[in-house]
């Protein structure tokens, strides 16, 4: 089984930062050609898509409340997944987690359209919370 291990999150004024990592737990996990992201989910509303990666591919997607924002990269020494948040709004308050898909190669394209079903790996979470 694939554990996923988020950490980062905590509390910030808006207008500000924060960093959250995602540790792939898991010996033997392939990289190349996976697709990686982040989502979030605020109390009372559904999962959305934040943002995500093809790991060797070049490409990566936000959705739209974020473009600009958030930057989505990888640490391949450390096998780390981050997610750089700047100008943080009240609205970015959310449990965030961290999604690998199951298997290589498959949909992961620049577009601002998020399927949660395209991942197979759930993290627990981390939670951002964000004052005005």
């Known amino acids: 089984q694939v554990q996923l291990v988020e950490s980062g999150g905590g509390s910030v004024q808006a207008g500000g930062s924060l960093r959250l990592s995602c540790a792939v737990a898991?010996?033997?996990?392939?990289?190349?050609?996976?697709?990686m992201g982040w989502f979030r989910q605020a109390p009372g509303k559904e999962r959305e898509g934040v943002a995500r990666?093809?790991?060797?591919?070049?490409?990566?997607a936000y959705a739209d409340s974020v473009k600009g924002r958030f930057t989505i990269s990888r640490d391949s020494h450390q096998n780390t997944l981050y997610l750089q948040m700047n100008s943080l709004k009240p609205e970015d308050a959310a449990m965030y987690y961290c999604?690998?898909?199951?298997?290589?190669?498959?949909?992961?394209?620049?577009?601002?359209?998020?399927?949660?079903?395209?991942?197979?790996?759930w993290g627990q979470g981390t939670q951002v919370t964000v004052s005005s």
């Open positions: 999604a690998a898909a199951s298997r290589l190669w498959g949909p992961c394209d620049s577009g601002s359209f998020f399927r949660p079903t395209d991942f197979g790996f």
């Open positions: 898991t010996s033997g996990f392939t990289y190349t050609g996976r697709c």
């Open positions: 990666i093809r790991i060797g591919g070049g490409i990566t």
